[in-house]
């Protein structure tokens, strides 16, 4: 089937305004992660669902940053008030994993992001 | 703090002309090490996953390595469709508990020419 898609591919807002950027991951993948990548630095890890459980926030810069996943699909990540700092390639990536904190190793599959500037 | 360190940012090569690339890590507990490729405008795509020290894998004309504190990714006679960006990421634990949250490196650049 398809692979993670993400939308839009390329997104350029103002300063201060809000913007949301959509993921769909693969099917029947249990895990979904987003990951910010700036020029020239690797992948900054930001959140991970999984399944029901509580998302792993703790990569969220700031409060600005939010995430959902609804019915376990169709991610989110919205941005408010956004900042000339928040210019990046924004990239899902979805994977199997188990959870309930079990190791797994299943790769990452990443989506070809969406780059966002703001002006 | 888990932290990986991929050397060179950035190297040119001739077609034919092997070498390696470089990834050093420090992490509590490796869990896995992954080597991904990404090229311009694209998501990274999966190339390795190395668990323990002493294991290599290989594909194509790639072998990656692994030791308790680095991994090499070797690139033996490379072609021009070689030229990506090369990524190393180890597994750490995830705050919220699991280990399936991937510390990435900030990769190098292969650019091989004819």
């Known amino acids: 089937g398809a692979g993670v898609s993400q939308s839009p591919s390329n997104k350029v807002t103002e300063k201060g305004k809000d913007v949301e950027l959509r993921c769909d991951p693969i099917s029947g993948h249990t895990a979904l992660y987003w990951y910010r990548q700036s020029l020239g630095q690797g992948l900054e890890f930001l959140i991970y669902?999984?399944?029901?459980?509580?998302?792993?926030k703790s990569g969220l810069p700031s409060d600005r940053f939010s995430a959902e996943r609804t019915g376990g699909s169709v991610s989110t990540l919205t941005i408010q008030r956004t900042q000339q700092e928040d210019s990046a390639v924004y990239l899902c990536a979805s994977s199997f994993d188990p959870g309930q904190g079990l190791y797994y190793n299943s790769p990452l599959h990443f989506g070809n992001g969406t780059r966002l500037t703001v002006t | 703090e888990d932290q990986v360190t991929q050397s060179p940012e950035a190297l040119r090569l001739q077609e034919g002309e092997s070498s390696s690339l470089n990834c050093s890590y420090t992490v509590s507990g490796l869990r896995g090490l992954f080597w991904y490729r990404q090229d311009p405008g694209k998501g990274p795509e999966f190339l390795f996953t190395?668990?323990?020290a002493g294991e290599e894998k290989e594909k194509e004309r790639l072998k990656a390595t692994l030791t308790k504190k680095e991994s090499f990714l070797h690139i033996t006679a490379p072609k021009p469709e070689d030229s990506a960006t090369y990524l190393c990421a180890v597994q750490a634990p995830l705050y919220s508990g699991g280990y399936n949250k991937l510390i990435f490196g900030a990769g190098t650049r292969l650019a091989v020419h004819p």
């Open positions: 190395l668990y323990s």
């Open positions: 669902f999984q399944g029901n459980s509580a998302p792993d």
